[in-house]
């Protein structure tokens, strides 16, 4: 079983920027897809991006261009840049590591 532990949740303005940072024990990180999601108020929770094993990312079309993910494999920890922040962007965000693994969550608030 992974345990995977986010961090770097907030409260931030309209067009600011976080950083979330997950950190995965009890796997071999380095050949794991890892993704974000993220679950709003009152809605589903929402794939956000995936980097696979090998780096290669993708994100869903309400992020492209404004978040990144990224992973550093001796650390063991996968993060999500989140840059020009709207208010839509608010929700607790999970990280998971395929197929059934799931940290706690961080909380993000964007305020407009």
């Known amino acids: 079983q992974v345990r995977l532990v986010e961090s770097g949740g907030g409260l931030v303005q309209a067009g600011g920027s976080l950083r979330l940072s997950c950190v995965a024990s009890?796997?071999?990180?380095?050949?794991?897809?890892m993704g974000w999601y993220r679950q709003a108020p009152g809605k589903q929770r929402e794939w956000v991006a995936t980097i696979a094993g090998g780096g290669t990312t993708i994100y869903a079309d309400s992020v492209k261009g404004r978040f990144t993910i990224s992973r550093d494999n001796a650390k063991n920890t996968v993060y999500l840049q989140m840059n020009s922040l709207k208010a839509q962007d608010t929700g607790v965000y999970y990280c998971?590591?395929?197929?059934?693994?799931w940290g706690q969550g961080t909380q993000v608030t964007v305020s407009s």
């Open positions: 009890g796997s071999i990180f380095s050949i794991n897809s």
């Open positions: 998971r590591s395929p197929p059934s693994s």
